[in-house]
Structures are given as structure tokens and as C-alpha cells.
């Protein structure tokens, strides 16, 4: 069965650095959905793209993230610099993005520590 | 504004039947989704509904009232590996996904 696939698993990192995730949907799925979840909280969308175009990505601290899809395939989340709140689960979802197949497939996430 | 509304924590008994509800207000509906996700990881998929009424699947069953804004998840037969939390999230007008903060479920034998 496909999967979207996440790296790292996890990350540890010092406040001020930068870090990179990176996230592969499953085949064919148009739409590609980066989020940050806080324990004990639901997934917060960070940036929706569609191909290669990001259609939604007003919750994203444009100051310290950035995120691209550069062939509409996989994609990359940056942060930098990281700061100590950015301590979180980052989940990577894909959907077809087509009439009813409104379903997200979850990657296993990346949680990031910065210390 | 947009709001989902789900109990933070519920206790339930091994073989028991337990009901999660959810409640919600958000700027048109396209569906509403119930998703499983276990301690550290990803969540997964349950259940979609977009029409009033109940849809079964196995063990787990999920109604949606659309005039009253209101779903519930129901799992029946529980067993250990239910233990998890249970995130409802509704579809808005814009097909953005409005997630509710999740329902600890704690199965005890």
C-alpha cells in the first residue's frame, strides 16, 4: 500500500539553527499539506500546496519558514532560525485533491526538539 | 470564527461501548472526518461523513447531524489497542480541513 514518507523521524536541534524536513506524497496525489502539531492538540495547517502552487499558506511564519514544492512532487519545510517553541510534531499529508477523495494520508511526522 | 469542540479525556472499560461527540461551527461543510492517532504518531483515517446519518464500519460507527452541527464516533467491543485519541475535523467551504483539539480515549481493563 503507498505511503507518504517523511526524514528525519527526528531532530534535535540548537535554537538559531536551521532545519530541513522533507516529505515524498503518495503517487499521483496533487495536493500536499505540511502541519505542526502540539501535544495535546490537532494538526495546525502550516501550507497547502496544489502541484507546485501553494494555495493556502497564511498560518506560516513567513519571518523563519519556508516551504516548496519545486516539481510538484516531493516537498521540503525549512525553518530558519529555529526557536525553542518550535518544538513540535511536523506532519506531511497528501490527498488526490480530486471530488470526493477528500481523505489526508499522514506521514509517520518528524518531531522536532530544539534546545 | 471557527470552532470544533470534542471532550479532552473519556475512561472506558475493556468490551465496553463508548461514544466521542463532536460539535462544530465553521464557514460552510464539505464533510466531516474522524481520525485515530496513537501516541507519537501520525493520525489516521476513520471515518468521512458528508450526508445526515450513520455510517458502520466494523467496530467503529460515526453519525453526523448537519443541521445540528454535531457528530459522534462510536467503537464498540473496545479493546486495548483503542486507546488513542480520536480528532474530528470538518471540511470548511475552502475544503480546509478545521481540526478539533482530540478526545484522549483511555480503555482500562
Given at each position: 500500500?503507498?505511503?507518504?514518507?517523511?526524514?528525519?523521524?527526528?531532530?534535535?536541534?540548537?535554537?538559531?539553527?536551521?532545519?530541513?524536513?522533507?516529505?515524498?506524497?503518495?503517487?499521483?496525489?496533487?495536493?500536499?499539506?505540511?502541519?505542526?502539531?502540539?501535544?495535546?492538540?490537532?494538526?495546525?495547517?502550516?501550507?497547502?500546496?496544489?502541484?507546485?502552487?501553494?494555495?493556502?499558506?497564511?498560518?506560516?511564519?513567513?519571518?523563519?519558514?519556508?516551504?516548496?514544492?519545486?516539481?510538484?512532487?516531493?516537498?521540503?519545510?525549512?525553518?530558519?532560525?529555529?526557536?525553542?517553541?518550535?518544538?513540535?510534531?511536523?506532519?506531511?499529508?497528501?490527498?488526490?485533491?480530486?471530488?470526493?477523495?477528500?481523505?489526508?494520508?499522514?506521514?509517520?511526522?518528524?518531531?522536532?526538539?530544539?534546545? | 470564527?471557527?470552532?470544533?469542540?470534542q471532550?479532552?479525556?473519556?475512561?472506558?472499560?475493556?468490551?465496553?461501548?463508548?461514544?466521542i461527540?463532536c460539535?462544530?461551527?465553521?464557514?460552510?461543510?464539505?464533510?466531516l472526518f474522524w481520525y485515530q492517532?496513537?501516541?507519537?504518531?501520525?493520525p489516521t483515517f476513520l471515518s468521512y461523513n458528508?450526508?445526515?446519518?450513520?455510517e458502520?464500519k466494523?467496530?467503529f460507527s460515526s453519525?453526523?447531524?448537519?443541521?445540528?452541527?454535531?457528530s459522534y464516533l462510536l467503537l464498540?467491543?473496545?479493546?486495548?489497542?483503542?486507546?488513542?485519541?480520536y480528532l474530528c475535523a470538518?471540511?470548511?467551504?475552502?475544503?480546509?480541513?478545521?481540526?478539533g483539539?482530540?478526545t484522549?480515549?483511555?480503555?482500562?481493563?
Amino acid at each position: 500500500e503507498a505511503e507518504v514518507a517523511q526524514s528525519p523521524r527526528y531532530k534535535i536541534t540548537e535554537k538559531s539553527q536551521a532545519v530541513a524536513f522533507w516529505c515524498d506524497p503518495i503517487s499521483g496525489h496533487a495536493t500536499l499539506y505540511w502541519y505542526r502539531q502540539i501535544l495535546g492538540q490537532g494538526p495546525e495547517l502550516l501550507v497547502q500546496f496544489q502541484d507546485e502552487s501553494v494555495v493556502d499558506d497564511s498560518q506560516l511564519p513567513k519571518d523563519r519558514f519556508s516551504a516548496e514544492r519545486l516539481k510538484g512532487v516531493d516537498s521540503t519545510l525549512k525553518i530558519q532560525p529555529a526557536e525553542l517553541g518550535d518544538s513540535a510534531m511536523y506532519l506531511c499529508a497528501s490527498s488526490p485533491g480530486t471530488g470526493d477523495s477528500n481523505e489526508q494520508y499522514f506521514g509517520p511526522g518528524t518531531r522536532l526538539t530544539v534546545t | 470564527g471557527q470552532n470544533i469542540d470534542q471532550p479532552t479525556e473519556m475512561t472506558a472499560t475493556e468490551g465496553a461501548i463508548v461514544q466521542i461527540n463532536c460539535t462544530y461551527q465553521t464557514s460552510g461543510f464539505n464533510g466531516l472526518f474522524w481520525y485515530q492517532q496513537h501516541a507519537g504518531e501520525a493520525p489516521t483515517f476513520l471515518s468521512y461523513n458528508v450526508l445526515d446519518g450513520l455510517e458502520e464500519k466494523g467496530r467503529f460507527s460515526s453519525f453526523l447531524s448537519r443541521s445540528k452541527g454535531y457528530s459522534y464516533l462510536l467503537l464498540k467491543e473496545l479493546q486495548m489497542k483503542d486507546s488513542a485519541s480520536y480528532l474530528c475535523a470538518v471540511m470548511d467551504s475552502n475544503y480546509q480541513l478545521i481540526w478539533g483539539a482530540g478526545t484522549k480515549l483511555i480503555i482500562k481493563p
